[in-house]
């Protein structure tokens, strides 16, 4: 069974860094594409970011560019978000997310069971 | 960037019933449109994919319809563990954007 398991989340001051794991089993992974989905406490699901397999390919949120990047190791199957300049309203429950492609896009089939970061002085 | 609008946001409902939740884009987005399921604490469930097709295991009581711009997901007799709160996706571009969520609720 596809497996993802996020790791890394924790409570983290404004402005501070905090990097987020999600180790993959059970499936292809250098070949499979990932994504990662948050979601702020009470609140609906905001997409992140967006790796290809060979990490060819990476898409942002405009909430996050320039201060989150994605990247993965196929070697040792995980991906990551590195979060740099953490701001109140990055406070959520982080998910990683695969992505299926079918009839010419990519949607999701298996998530992850979420780490929660909390953004606070 | 293509903006999701679910509604109701939120709707109660007996079991056995028949709920309908309703999505609409804010421009043609074909029939890439999912919907997930997720429970209080728990991980989202991707449900259906490409507005009608049911991922690997989700039982044919769910059902998804719509094209274009406007869509439907279909609960047909509403069980115990299917309270939960619902949310649409479009995946025709990026950024992905997902609809606010329906709360079923007893």
């Known amino acids: 069974e596809v497996q993802l398991v996020e790791s890394g989340g924790g409570l983290v001051q404004p402005g501070g860094s905090l990097r987020l794991s999600c180790a993959a089993s059970e499936f292809t992974f250098s070949s499979s594409n990932l994504n990662w989905v948050r979601q702020a406490p009470g609140k609906g699901l905001e997409w992140v970011s967006y790796?290809?397999?060979?990490?060819?390919?990476?898409y942002y949120a405009d909430s996050v560019k320039g201060r989150f990047t994605i990247s993965r190791d196929n070697a040792k199957r995980s991906l990551y978000l590195q979060m740099n300049s953490l701001r109140d309203e990055d406070t959520a429950v982080y998910f990683c997310?695969?992505?299926?492609?079918?009839?010419?896009?990519?949607?999701?089939?298996?998530w992850g069971q979420g780490t929660l970061v909390t953004v606070s002085s | 960037d293509i903006q999701m609008t679910q509604s109701p946001s939120s709707l109660s409902a007996s079991v056995g019933d028949r709920v309908t939740i309703t999505c609409r884009a804010s421009?043609?987005?074909?029939?890439?449109l999912a919907w997930f399921q997720q429970k209080p604490g728990k991980a989202p469930k991707s449900l259906i994919y490409?507005?009608?097709s049911l991922q690997s295991g989700v039982p044919s009581k769910f059902s998804g319809s719509g094209s274009g711009t406007d869509f439907t997901l279909t609960i047909s007799s509403l069980q115990p563990e299917d309270f939960a709160t619902y949310y649409c996706q479009q995946y025709y571009s990026y950024p992905l954007t997902f609809g606010g969520g329906t709360k079923v609720e007893i």
């Open positions: 997310a695969r992505a299926r492609y079918i009839y010419g896009r990519e949607t999701f089939d298996y």
């Open positions: 421009q043609g987005i074909s029939n890439y």
């Open positions: 790796i290809s397999g060979s990490s060819s390919t990476i």
């Open positions: 490409a507005a009608s």
